[in-house]
């Protein structure tokens, strides 16, 4: 691969000599979109000039729609598109109606799972912040680096008062993108903090010629639907009509930085992602092998229950945030060619 700060096989210094502008090959755009259902929403667009291009939404608490690394896409998108904030809808199941799908949507930062009622207040499936439009702060070309970066606010009248700080940042000509969110409590009263990172591999990279790498230290089933899949939860399958989804949860417990992949030879494309497993102890695998629906979901989480916010409690794992208090969390989505294509070679 070309290293950081390169392009083309040309330094940084030289490109100087062969461009107008280095916004010919990298850059960040900002776009507002005019049809349909996402009318009035706002996008960037990181353009890195080593192959990969990401769009960010931060009308969707600055989560990521559309990713490709070659010119090969790599997130799955869902029929409902990415709506403009006053479609979205966040209450009992309608989080469905609202997701856009896109290689990362952010599910808390008070509840992630079904819906669930704990000390009598309503937790919607997946929480609410996915929904949250962010004030965006930084959005520039800066040194070495591509950066955007911004605040969500998730809060209510006599409820949570959660604060989600979140960076992206890409090296000029890097295929790395990196997330550093910070999580804190401005309320007064302790806070339950549950959050989920929705990661969507889609069509061309999951394809039945991809191999996935997920080495966690045990794996548990959510329900019946995943029990009789258990003994193929790690194989990549083509799409199948009536398919119904199955999770599964991994243990990624004292594990250091777990890196979890899929690699496609077929389109010599890998995909990892990178995280902390002191933060994010746990990854909901949703393996979902439909006809239209093909999708799977690498989802790292700060507590490994299928059960919602009413579950997290009563089981005594629910985590709680103190006033004032934070929590930082790092994910990469790191591109490649395949290793296993190399490997073959």
Request: aromatic share 6%; net charge negative.
């Amino acid at each position: 691969m070309t290293p950081p700060g390169a392009f083309h096989g040309r330094s940084r210094d030289e490109l100087a000599r062969r461009v107008g502008t280095l916004a010919q090959i990298a850059r960040v755009d900002r776009l507002v979109d005019e049809e349909g259902s996402a009318r009035g929403a706002r996008r960037i667009r990181l353009v890195t000039g080593g192959g990969l291009e990401v769009e960010i939404h931060p009308d969707r608490a600055l989560d990521l729609g559309q990713v490709t690394f070659r010119g090969i896409p790599v997130a799955w998108m869902s029929p409902t598109g990415m709506l403009a904030p006053g479609l979205a809808e966040s209450t009992g199941s309608q989080w469905l109606r609202s997701f856009g799908g896109g290689l990362l949507a952010t599910c808390g930062l008070d509840s992630f799972g079904p819906p669930t009622t704990d000390e009598g207040v309503d937790y919607p499936q997946h929480g609410r912040v996915g929904v949250v439009p962010a004030t965006v702060t930084r959005a520039e070309v800066r040194g070495t680096e591509l950066v955007v970066s911004g605040s969500v606010r998730q809060a209510g009248v006599f409820g949570e008062n959660l604060v989600l700080e979140r960076t992206w940042s890409a090296d000029l000509g890097g295929t790395t993108l990196r997330l550093r969110d910070v999580v804190r409590n401005e309320g007064f009263a302790d806070a339950g903090h549950m959050v989920l990172y929705h990661v969507n591999v889609g069509w061309p990279l999951l394809d039945e010629t991809a191999t996935l790498e997920l080495p966690s230290r045990e794996v548990n089933p959510r329900d019946a639907d995943a029990r009789s899949g258990a003994g193929r939860w790690h194989q990549i399958e083509e799409p199948q009509a009536g398919y119904r989804e199955q999770v599964f949860g991994h243990d990624f417990r004292d594990s250091g930085t777990a890196v979890v992949a899929v690699d496609n030879p077929g389109i010599d494309t890998r995909l990892e992602l990178r995280f902390d497993t002191g933060t994010l102890p746990a990854l909901h695998q949703w393996k979902m092998s439909g006809e239209g629906h093909y999708v799977m979901g690498l989802e790292p989480v700060n507590v490994n229950s299928f059960t919602g916010r009413a579950g997290a409690r009563a089981a005594g794992n629910l985590p709680i945030l103190k006033p004032g208090r934070s929590v930082a969390y790092t994910i990469d989505f790191a591109f490649s060619p395949s290793t296993e294509k190399k490997g073959r070679r």
